[in-house]
């Protein structure tokens, strides 16, 4: 799994800081269901581009996104990922892997770390977007 942490302004650092808990837990909620929803549909795209025309779309289908909840190290986060099995029972984590990683009998063909390094930084923007407008919208009343 890839994570993406925003750095935060020092302007954003004093709106968060006027928050309460509960409000800053929502504002970073809000960041990281933005961030984790931009992030799937650029890993669907990536995807797409390497499986041939012939695939039966189970993959892409099987992309997910994690409830976002509190880390071991206290952040608010949630998880990108493959589930289940395609039509003929394999799994597509499985699948995911060996198109990412290549095995012995097929090359590799990375698409999860080609969308993270093309679209991290304005995953990173759009969050502290959303971070600030949520801040703003709290803030106003």
């Given at each position: 799994m890839?994570?993406?942490?925003?750095r935060?302004?020092?302007e954003l650092i004093?709106?968060l800081?006027?928050?309460?808990?509960?409000?800053?837990?929502?504002?970073?909620?809000?960041?990281?269901y933005?961030?984790?929803?931009?992030?799937?549909?650029?890993?669907?795209?990536?995807l797409?581009?390497?499986v041939?025309?012939n695939?039966?779309?189970d993959?892409?289908?099987s992309?997910?996104?994690?409830?976002?909840?509190?880390?071991?190290?206290?952040?608010w986060?949630?998880?990108?990922g493959f589930?289940?099995?395609?039509?003929?029972?394999?799994?597509?984590?499985l699948?995911?892997?060996?198109l990412e990683?290549?095995?012995?009998?097929q090359?590799?063909?990375p698409?999860?770390?080609?969308?993270l390094?093309r679209?991290?930084?304005?995953?990173?923007?759009r969050?502290?977007?959303?971070?600030?407008?949520?801040?703003?919208?709290?803030?106003?009343g």
């Amino acid at each position: 799994m890839a994570g993406i942490k925003i750095r935060t302004s020092e302007e954003l650092i004093r709106k968060l800081e006027r928050l309460s808990g509960k409000d800053a837990d929502e504002v970073a909620k809000r960041a990281v269901y933005v961030g984790a929803g931009y992030m799937a549909e650029r890993v669907k795209e990536s995807l797409r581009s390497v499986v041939s025309e012939n695939a039966t779309g189970d993959l892409e289908k099987s992309l997910g996104i994690t409830p976002i909840k509190l880390n071991r190290n206290g952040d608010w986060a949630a998880k990108i990922g493959f589930s289940g099995y395609d039509r003929k029972g394999t799994s597509n984590i499985l699948k995911a892997r060996v198109l990412e990683s290549g095995s012995s009998k097929q090359q590799k063909r990375p698409f999860v770390s080609t969308a993270l390094k093309r679209y991290r930084k304005i995953a990173q923007e759009r969050m502290k977007n959303e971070a600030e407008i949520t801040i703003d919208k709290i803030l106003e009343g």
